[in-house]
């Protein structure tokens, strides 16, 4: 569905606004089936960088982690769990239920964490079955299209780009926060308020609320980024009185100068004791809702510690492949269903996912490819954990691909065979030796067993070259990197920052690299530059393939914005240098698609339409914006004559002479009036640039003329100054009661009065506009013949709106607009007799993406009803919302945008080409296809 949205705007609103405007609804998908009546709900929290040992029930002396040790005592502990030791590899496999080899994120880093976009996620299975997902924190498997959370199947996300907060994903601006940080709502930037794990958790749980008011059994993944490093923000409520603690059981004897480590070790468990402050708030609403015996929840960390600490009784931490960086706790806790005990049979993170599954009652129609299995069964009787042979591979180095043998640990029962060769070596160094170690009996490894039992090392040497041989043979190519994708209505603005290019040149994140990038079809984009300090003039250059653009920065700023670079489809490698120092990349690079690059649209052929066909009939409704003011006459910039002839603008619109065009085959009938009044007829010609001003329809009707062999009739019933909240209030529209006052519903009078008083009817009621322009529309229709001469027949095609300046000033009106569009579509669809006639609305041009007041609840309306948005799941493929704000040039909705021609031009273009691709989904759907 095409969607002309999600455009970035610094400064969004707080979080916090959004998630009173999120509303959920149910629907059990019909690919799979359910075993229970009532699916459980899940909630499944992983933290980053928190290891085995720091919590109270594994024997941490130091830290209070009260919340979790009584989790701990309640809940099914799988106590030999184990994931990869770093971050995005488990995440991958936590995601997919296979081995992170398989999905592509092997490494956590310079484009080796992009997850393969046809995995298919827990998300996504438990999304087809109805289930409301949402993820709060840290997903680390892909910032741009496709392979963001929200392409993966979670229909709410709240994250932080890349491995974490304060790395070169973030935007520039957050400036290293945890507290007050910058994180993604939905794709979109947005400012959030307070400590980055209060805010997750926030979140998490108005989500949980709201699925439940909802009616929606749902899975909420909260991953906190927590307590990951650097350390320099932490709650402050805890960190002093930990710093002034003994720390010496957690330190001694794991680093060699302990005292040099009670400063960051302090500040990593004040925010461990923040994380179980939440779990205490989290377990504390689970109750309060009455969910609690229907929830399950899961609770496990990443990888060890970062930094040497208190591991229990191992040895190790992040990277490692020791005991002490690839053993997680892992609590599975479901009141009354699973068993309060301990299993040491082996697990692993592959196993998390079929799990979910299994007790969700879920059974997706295309079997997935798991590497993990289910261990449900464990669950409610851990005696019937299995006594088998299961063997268990975890591999995870530094590199552009998996290396045979390199930083390996093999399981077979108590059994570990492992080849520490050094995660952040890329290449695998010779001489290191492969090693046995009995877990069980030696968990700190102190003991090489390999001479002792060559029989098991040439066993598990031998599974796990099986193992690597599967992964090598896997079609398609396992360890390819898909390109970030460009140019799609899904993601409109695409930073490309570190944490996604391939390193050419330096270490570690690299001094220069390369993006590679699908660009989906030619693109007319604004190029943005930053950089890292605002320093003085600088030039930038962006090569795209073969494509060379290149701009300045002002001194002191740390963005340049290049405009209109013209880009081609195709795959290419995009490269961006300072100054004239090929070595010397910006921060970051962000491509604004503005719009698609089409072949310009031919001069109409002034041939008429075939009449022996059905007119296809699309009706035009709104206020003024749809009335247009657009200015025709005039030499300088904001005419129609100025953009076409000094500018070569909408080149159809004249012909070799100048002289405006004429679409044949596309007429053009305006009729107006007040209220339930009679009707003007304004316009009634074929379309063509007449008068003293022009609105969308001009735009709209060339696309629509081109691309349909059939009669068009453009059917304009409309009128300015007019609100949806009230004048063109839906059919049905209930009354109800905002600050004090209670509001018409559908045919009530007046606005609005005191609550508990009488109403005194006016000379006006609550939708006397809408029926007025629907009878006048239908009054067209059903004169036909005098309006279309030679027409056989009609088709009602679709609808335009574009509407809502007077709604603006009315906070009541404004926090309605969501329920009365989902309303109105449904009025109009039924009131000419078309149930899934494609609804087309633009955005009022000066409301830019994270606008605080009336203005910007009624853009988040518009872009929630867009079929694109999961809010609204029927109205897939038939409701596109065209994002104005990019396109407009300037001025205001209540001065008419200033009379800029371009802006109705610009906004009718892209709402036709909206329309077309409606209709073209609509053809495929209908034909079987897409």
Known sequence: MLAITFVHAVGTRCMR?????????????????????????????????????????????????????????????????????????????????????????????????????????????????????????????????PMRPIDQGFETALVHRGGGLCQPSDPIENERRYTDAIMFLNGEQAETEGYCTDVQFDAGLDFIERSVSAGRPFFAYIATNAPHGPWHDVPGDRHDEIAAMDLGPVLDGFVADPSKQVDRTSRIYSMVENIDDNMGRLLATLERLGIAENTIVVYLCDNGPEGRRFVGPFTGSKSEVREGGIRSICLWHRPGTFAAAETDVLAAHIDVAPTLLDLAGVTPTEEPAFDGRSVASWLRDPDQAPDDDRRLVIQAHRGEAPIRGHQVAVFEGRWKLSHPTGFGRETMPDGVPWRLHDVVADPAESTDRADDHP?????????????????????????????????????????????????????????????????????????EVVRNSPEGASTVTVRVGDVVIAGAFEPGARRAM??????????????????????????????????????????????????????????????????????????????????????????YLVDDDGAWTTRNDVRLVHVQGSGTGGA????????????????????????????????????????????????????????????????????????????????????????M????????????????????????G??????????????????????????????????LRADFGVPDAPFVMATLGQTE??????????????????????????????????????????????????????????????MGRAMIELARRSTRSNAGGE
């Open 562 to 651: 290049i405009r209109d670079a013209r880009l081609p489809a195709g795959r290419f490698e995009v490269v961006a240098w300072l100054d004239d120092d090929e070595s010397r990349a910006p921060y970051q690079v962000i491509l604004h698609a503005r719009k698609t690059a089409n072949a310009p649209l031919p001069d109409p052929d002034g041939r008429p339409a075939d009449l022996s066909q059905p007119v296809q009939v699309f009706i035009m409704l709104g206020q003024s914006n749809m009335l247009g003011f657009g200015r025709v006459a005039g030499d300088g910039e904001g005419s129609l004559r100025h953009a076409t002839d000094a500018k070569g603008l909408y080149p």
């Open 455 to 527: 029989e098991i090392v040439a066993r598990l040497r031998t599974h796990y070259d099986a193992w690597f041989d599967d992964l090598e043979s896997a079609e398609p190519e396992p360890f390819e990197r898909h390109p970030i994708v460009i140019g799609t209505p899904h993601e409109r603005r695409t930073v490309l920052s570190k944490q996604d290019w391939t390193r050419t040149a330096g270490n570690g994140w690299g001094t220069q690299g390369l993006w590679p990038v699908e660009i989906a079809t030619p693109l007319v984009a604004d190029v």
């Open 17 to 145: 606004r959004f998630w009173c405007l999120v509303a959920f609804t149910f629907a059990l998908a019909s690919p799979v089936s359910t075993a229970w009546a009532a699916p459980p709900n899940i909630v499944l929290v992983m933290t980053d960088d928190q290891g085995y040992g720091d919590f109270g029930f594994t024997g941490n002396p130091v830290v209070r982690t009260p919340n979790l040790d009584a989790l701990a005592a309640e809940s099914t502990r799988l106590s030999r769990f184990y994931v990869s030791p770093v971050c995005a590899p488990t995440r991958a496999s936590l995601m997919t239920g296979r081995d992170a080899q398989r999905t592509g994120a092997i490494d956590t880093y310079i484009g080796r964490a992009r997850m393969h976009p046809d995995e298919t996620t827990i998300a996504e299975m438990l999304r087809d079955a109805g289930y409301a997902t949402g993820i709060f924190g840290k997903w680390h498997l892909g910032d741009t299209f």
């Open 680 to 767: 003007r007829t304004l316009h009634d010609e074929f379309l063509t640039v007449t008068g003293a001003k022009i609105g969308p329809e001009v735009g709209i009707g060339h696309h629509l003329g081109h691309e349909i062999d059939a009669p068009v009739l453009l059917l304009k019933s409309c009128i300015g100054n007019r609100s949806l909240g009230w004048d063109l209030l839906p059919p049905g529209s209930p009354q109800y009661e905002f600050d004090g006052m209670t509001y018409a519903g559908s045919r009530e009078s007046p606005l609005s009065w005191e609550t508990g008083t009488e109403p005194e009817p006016i000379n006006w009621y609550a939708g």
């Open 794 to 827: 009609y088709e009602v095609a679709g609808f335009f709106w574009w509407q809502g300046d007077k709604d603006r000033y009315n906070e009541a009106h404004a926090r309605k607009y969501e329920e009365n569009l989902v309303r109105l579509i449904g009025s």
């Open 849 to 910: 993406l994270g606008a605080d007041g009336n203005d910007g609840l009624i853009l988040d309306a518009m872009l929630a009803v867009d079929g694109e948005s999961g809010r609204h799941p029927e109205f897939k493929d038939t409701v596109a919302t065209v994002y104005t704000h990019p396109i407009s040039k300037g001025g205001a909705s209540n001065s008419h945008y200033d009379g800029h021609a371009e802006t109705y031009m610009n906004v009718g273009e892209a």
């Open 769 to 792: 506009q809408y029926d007025g322009d629907i009878a006048r529309a239908k009054a067209v229709l059903e004169s036909l013949e005098k309006h279309y001469p030679g027409a056989a």
